[in-house]
């Protein structure tokens, strides 16, 4: 008859792949199974030669090539890891390297282009750009007082004017400056041009030898126009040698009277 | 073999000392090339440590040393054919067998000749599963991981492949 139960159970129950429960369940079966029993020797045979198969023993020196190849392979790990690790420490030399470098070469080139920017500055505005402005000023000025004296030796009146205008744009006080306008003041044929010198010496009336100049030049003066604004200037000035040469234009018969009174409140003013 | 993976490579003999002659008698029973199979069983331990990060710890170390091995033999073609020397395997026969009669160390010998070439003409996966259960001693669960099969398919497969091994041993028998 032929036998219903699974032959695979033979294998399992060989290599002892079965629960209890199974395997007692086959045990049962395979003592009332004539075929189960044969099939089961059959394979148990062919299972038990194969346990007879021979294994070379492996050759001694298969340990030693182990242990070299574990050895081996450390070391490259090892090297791999140094190699690794040097690259890595390289580029971090490299990154903090580099920065730092450049920031101290920018900083550098921007302190000394700064310094010298400095430097330049200050010897061209602060030192050597002063001394072409206190050259070229002085030589201006010059040309001013040049022209000054110019102008008030030119027959128009006008010009003349201009001329003891720019008295007033020079600060120091030139003895060729005074003198020229003292002498326009004594003797310019221009009534105006007079009475502008005038105005122009008052200016420098700190100076001494100004004030001489226009106290002696009261007595020369004939228009009625100037002995008054003299009067008026000697006032101002508060100059007492003036009184004298007033007294002497009152003697002038010819004086125009409201110069003669004038001039008399000016000497009682000074007196 | 975690402490090998974490980095405790000298752990690794002490798995090659427990492991390396059944790996052997693995190779050699599938390759029947001695010289060959003490490469392989290198070959297999060099990739336990380069792999060693792939090892996930959640199976034993056995299974998954199996599972490199069999790639390993992948690699060196599956075509290698079991060429066993017959006298080799005679005179290993004799160690083996020594406690047996003449007539049946004669008979023996016989049998195990029969045996080597039955399974050298079983087809590839029979023979390796039958290696596998028999020789390493593994179980149906194990060998399932290392083949990537169901527990199920190791079960029909080593059944099969007993059988066969079976037939062709009766065929040249007679």
Redesign the interface.
């Known amino acids: 008859m032929k036998c219903e139960n699974d032959k695979e159970q033979i294998t399992l129950w060989i290599n002892h792949e079965m629960t209890e429960e199974q395997r007692a369940a086959f045990e049962i079966h395979i003592a009332g199974c004539a075929e189960c029993r044969h099939e089961l020797k059959a394979a148990q045979q062919i299972w038990q030669l194969m346990d007879a198969m021979p294994v070379p023993e492996v050759s001694r020196d298969m340990p030693v090539r182990f242990q070299a190849m574990l050895e081996t392979y450390k070391e490259s790990q090892e090297e791999k890891t140094n190699w690794v690790s040097g690259v890595v420490e390289k580029l971090r030399q490299l990154w903090s390297f580099q920065p730092g470098m450049q920031l101290a070469y920018s900083i550098v080139l921007i302190v000394a282009g700064l310094a010298i920017g400095f430097l330049i500055n200050r010897q061209g505005t602060g030192y050597a750009n002063k001394q072409q402005i206190d050259v070229l000023s002085s030589q201006v000025h010059e040309m001013k007082e040049m022209m000054m004296l110019s102008l008030l030796e030119n027959p128009s009146a006008s010009e003349r004017m201009k001329g003891v205008s720019y008295t007033s744009e020079i600060k120091s006080t030139n003895k060729e400056v005074i003198d020229a306008l003292l002498s326009t003041l004594n003797s310019d044929p221009n009534v105006n041009v007079r009475l502008v010198t005038l105005e122009a010496l008052t200016h420098f009336a700190g100076e001494a030898s100004v004030r001489e100049g226009l106290v002696q030049s009261i007595a020369q003066q004939e228009s009625p126009q100037v002995q008054s604004a003299m009067a008026d200037v000697m006032l101002k000035l508060q100059e007492k040698r003036a009184v004298k040469s007033l007294k002497k234009l009152l003697e002038q018969k010819d004086l125009n009277n409201s110069v003669r009174t004038k001039i008399e409140q000016t000497i009682t003013g000074l007196i | 073999m975690l402490k090998v993976k974490n980095g405790d490579?000298?752990k690794?003999?002490l798995l090659?000392?427990r492991y390396?002659?059944a790996l052997?008698?693995f190779l050699?029973?599938m390759t029947g090339q001695?010289e060959l199979s003490?490469d392989m069983?290198?070959n297999v331990?060099?990739r336990v440590?380069?792999y060693r990060h792939a090892f996930r710890g959640d199976g034993e170390f056995k299974t998954w040393m199996y599972h490199i091995a069999r790639n390993v033999m992948n690699d060196h073609g599956r075509a290698i054919k079991r060429t066993v020397k017959h006298q080799?395997?005679t005179e290993?026969?004799e160690?083996?067998?020594g406690d047996f009669s003449a007539d049946a160390l004669i008979h023996?010998k016989q049998?195990?000749a029969i045996?080597?070439d039955a399974?050298s003409r079983l087809n590839e996966e029979s023979r390796e599963i039958?290696i596998l259960?028999?020789?390493q001693e593994l179980?149906?669960h194990e060998i399932a991981q290392i083949m990537e099969i169901t527990e199920g398919a190791v079960?029909?497969r080593?059944?099969r492949a007993?059988n066969q091994?079976?037939n062709t041993?009766l065929q040249i028998a007679n």
């Open positions: 490579l000298d690794l003999g090659f000392e390396h002659r052997f008698g050699f029973h001695r003490e069983v290198q331990f060099y440590l380069k080799e395997v290993l026969a160690t083996v067998a023996k049998e195990l045996l080597q399974l039958l259960s028999k020789f179980k149906y079960k029909v080593v059944h007993i091994l079976r041993f």
